[in-house]
């Protein structure tokens, strides 16, 4: 696995690349990574020719500085998890690398960003997508693939890919989770023993409420039942339950005017903020 940490090296190699007929798959991480990451790499290894993995933890795209701080970083485990999974590149810049100078620019997702993490962490979107179309102007990829656990992010990088019309498909491949349900993330080594216990009963109120929707309950009856459920753990803190549109991510009213639903949840655990989501066609 080649590794590069200035953005002019990667360049030139990916030039020669893509003048052999190779195509380009992208994986954006912030590193600490787990299996979740591992299947988006093992997915472009088998649908690229060349698999970039990018680790970078974005200072922008954090509302606060104490998560940025305690973000955990991992970096030789990291390389070691991702040569064997077969990853051909990593690019690892620097800040420096990454803004020589503070940016300008700044996004607009619209409705997008006006709910769930967009209300509950203004300018986190604006940050993610600035890092990512920085991204995807250096890789160039034709492929980028993203997890399913972060759906509001994966639904704003397919509308900004849309509509700068990057010349690549956003994939999103399904949330990979524990053998107890809890949704693998970066943050799930900072649970304590407790907290880890009842992090898992984020995934049960998820479940609880697809199950009811399925059975015909109206949206309000079931965010309510949701959130009484997750009351019941002393150790959790219920941020949002959402009930919404799987692609517009719209507050849902009338569950039939919808093809596709996504339940959508975030809490503490302890200390530790964690997000989940179930998507279920009606």
């Known amino acids: 696995m080649l590794v590069f940490e200035r953005k002019a090296d990667l360049t030139v190699y990916l030039l020669q690349q893509r003048k052999a007929g190779n195509t380009i798959g992208l994986v954006p991480t912030m590193g600490a990574l787990h299996r979740g990451h591992l299947s988006l790499i093992e997915t472009s290894v088998r649908e690229a020719d060349i698999t970039v993995c990018s680790i970078f933890v974005n200072p922008i795209q954090f ?5 940025l701080e305690k973000y955990p970083r991992t970096p030789e485990k990291d390389q070691k998890l991702l040569e064997d999974a077969g990853c051909h590149v990593l690019f690892c810049p620097s800040v420096e690398e990454m803004y020589p100078n503070p940016p300008y620019t700044q996004f607009s997702f619209g ?4 709910v769930m993490e967009g209300y509950y962490r203004p300018g986190h979107f604006r940050g993610v997508g600035l890092i990512v179309s920085k991204l995807f102007n250096i890789v160039q990829p034709d492929l980028a693939f993203f997890g399913q656990k972060d759906l509001q992010q994966c639904r704003i990088i397919e509308h900004m890919a849309a509509d700068l019309l990057f010349n690549l498909k ?3 491949i399904p949330t990979v989770r524990e053998e107890d349900g809890l949704a693998m993330s970066s943050r799930n080594v900072r649970l304590e023993p407790e907290a880890r216990k009842e992090a898992t009963a984020l995934y049960k109120a998820l479940c609880l409420g697809r199950d009811m929707l399925l059975k015909g ?10 959130e009484a459920f997750v009351r019941t753990f002393p150790g959790l803190q219920l941020e949002y339950f959402s009930i919404a549109d799987g692609g517009t991510l719209q507050p849902v009213k009338v569950v039939s005017d919808h093809k596709q639903l996504a339940l959508c949840i975030a809490g503490y655990a302890g200390d530790v903020r964690l997000i989940d989501n179930l998507l279920t066609e009606v």
Do not use: F, M
């Open 111 to 114: 409705a997008l960003e006006e």
């Open 217 to 226: 309950e109206e949206p309000s009856v079931v965010g309510r039942e949701v």
């Open 170 to 172: 956003v994939v999103v």
């Open 63 to 67: 509302t606060n500085k104490k998560d």
